[in-house]
């Protein structure tokens, strides 16, 4: 993952074009677990709607774009008068200054709570290959560094508990790829790109190890963190070559002759049986091992009828950046609205700064959206998607367990609450009772030229309507 902004330490600049590489599309095909208790999680993840995922690293002390500025490629940009090698050196050198005295995962966990969400995806490692966690196979962490006394030095085990404490569905993210690994870019050459920096053909024996790395690093997470059900891996183009396709070459990054296949099947038959139906999610790569999709930063155009999730940032950054604008309450709960109703769930990212904690104004906009949530989350928890699932400006969902059907009417920043909605399609059964979620008002009804007509109260004012009625079939 990657965001839209610059930074300008050590006279090193990064920008991101409008066609950024390292956006994750949604793979366009999918294929459905058969493993029962697979299948089972995967079936309570659907339920759950709403999540967060929280990005936070080395990259959170000078409050950067999240791990990318290591790399070169095309759309990347620097100072005329940097040098690479130095920038590499500062970067990693980060680590001496990271110290999260704050560290505060319960602060975060509330307010996720707060908020109406039901799972985490917290980053153990992003690309830079600084761990979050208390792994043995490396010193790059946060328990080596001026935190390593903190009786939280583990971050993501104190993370994991305080979520898993409010009740939440908990992911692990993994990077695929390790920047930082000698294994994965061998410092015997250049880095050019995202890709590791050799031919795993002539070198088999660096990759075994690097496979072993990768391999033993999942273990534990999977072994020594609690209960897990997610593993969400990131960095796509590590992957067999042979899926690599005209999906992943249409991101216009490079990809080298040579398969990067870290055997993900190995891997997964490890972590389901540390974790008995864990969901594997290893993005864009199709097949047994991606077991619902990402489509990130954007909402898919249209309805898909198998499990998947938009990853969205609540700012514009994954990670904290100083002066960071972020989208209102009313935009995100419109969002989760069109998502949730194409059969969808969201993943709204958020940073905490180098001191451990998040911004007032992450928590703000957070206990905003939970106020529209604790109204109207029965219209979006426990909720499948509607063969009509749109008309007009007004979305559907139906319950799961009931013929219970719900119409959400977004009301945009800037506009008022309309007075009267109408919609075809989804038309209420004869003597049911629409009722106002918000308030629990029953509502004036009725249809014309086969158009339900409904008369909103004068005094509601909200973020979006939800209303509650049972279809006529």
């Known amino acids: 993952m990657k965001h839209f902004l610059f930074l300008t330490p050590l006279l090193f600049t990064i920008f991101c074009s409008a066609q950024q590489q390292g956006v994750h599309p949604s793979s366009t ?32 002390v000078p409050g950067i774009i999240e791990s990318w500025s290591l790399c070169s490629e095309d759309w990347i940009t620097r100072d005329s008068n940097s040098y690479y090698g130095d920038y590499k050196k500062w970067y990693w050198g980060l680590q001496k200054d990271f110290n999260p005295v704050n560290f505060n995962p319960e602060q975060w966990a509330k307010a996720a709570k707060t908020a109406g969400m ?20 490396t010193d790059f962490k946060i328990t080596n560094g001026p935190f390593k006394n903190h009786p939280k030095a583990n971050v993501a085990k104190y993370v994991f508990d305080a979520f898993r404490k409010e009740g939440m569905m908990i992911g692990a993210y993994f990077s695929k790829p390790d920047w930082h690994s000698e294994n994965y870019w061998w410092p015997v050459y250049e880095t050019a790109n995202r890709n590791n920096n050799y031919d795993i053909r002539k070198f088999p024996w660096r990759w075994d190890k690097f496979k072993q790395y990768t391999y033993n690093q ?6 020594d963190y609690g209960s897990m059900d997610i593993l969400w891996l990131d ?43 864990l969901l594997v999610v ?13 489509p990130e930063q954007r909402i898919p155009d249209h309805k898909i009828d198998n499990p998947w999730e938009s990853c969205m940032t609540l700012g514009g950054a994954w990670g904290y ?44 906009r957070l206990t905003e959206i939970g106020s529209w949530m604790d109204a109207n989350g029965e219209a979006i928890y426990n909720t499948r998607a509607t063969d009509i699932y749109k008309d007009g400006n007004v979305f559907f969902t139906r319950a799961k367990a009931s013929k219970k059907m719900y119409a959400l009417i977004p009301v945009p920043d ?41 008369q909103l109260p004068k005094s509601v004012t909200t973020a979006a309507v939800a209303l509650s009625f049972t279809p006529a079939n």
């Not at 290893?282 to 990402?294: F, S």
Request: proline share 7%; net charge neutral; hydrophobic share 35%.
């Open 29 to 60: 095909q999918y294929e459905w677990p058969t493993d029962p208790q697979v299948k089972q999680k995967l079936d309570q993840w659907q339920d759950q709607k709403f999540g967060m995922i929280i990005h936070w690293g080395l990259y959170a």
């Open 235 to 277: 960095g796509g183009w590590v992957r067999p070559k042979e899926t690599v396709n005209a999906e992943v070459l249409s991101w216009g990054a490079p990809i080298p002759e040579w398969s990067q296949d870290v055997d993900i099947p190995k891997i997964a038959a490890m972590v389901r049986k540390k974790q008995p139906g």
């Open 118 to 137: 039901k799972y985490l995806v917290f980053t153990t490692k992003h690309h830079d290959g600084f761990c979050m966690f208390d792994t043995k196979e």
């Open 414 to 454: 800037g506009t008022t609450l309309p007075t009267v909605v109408e919609w075809s399609g989804n038309l209420p059964a004869k003597g049911t009772t629409i009722t106002l979620l918000q308030t629990k008002q029953k509502l004036k009804w009725t249809i014309e030229n086969n158009k339900v007509i409904v």
């Open 321 to 364: 950046v100083p002066n960071e604008s972020f989208k209102s309450a009313p935009k995100v709960i419109a969002s989760l609205i069109e998502i949730v109703a194409k059969g969808g769930s969201l993943l709204l990212g958020v940073g905490p700064g180098a001191d451990g904690t998040l911004q007032q104004p992450i928590i703000d």
């Open 218 to 223: 999942i273990s534990e997470l999977m072994t």
């Open 282 to 294: 290893d993005r864009t790569v199709h097949g047994p091992y991606e077991n619902y999709q990402t």
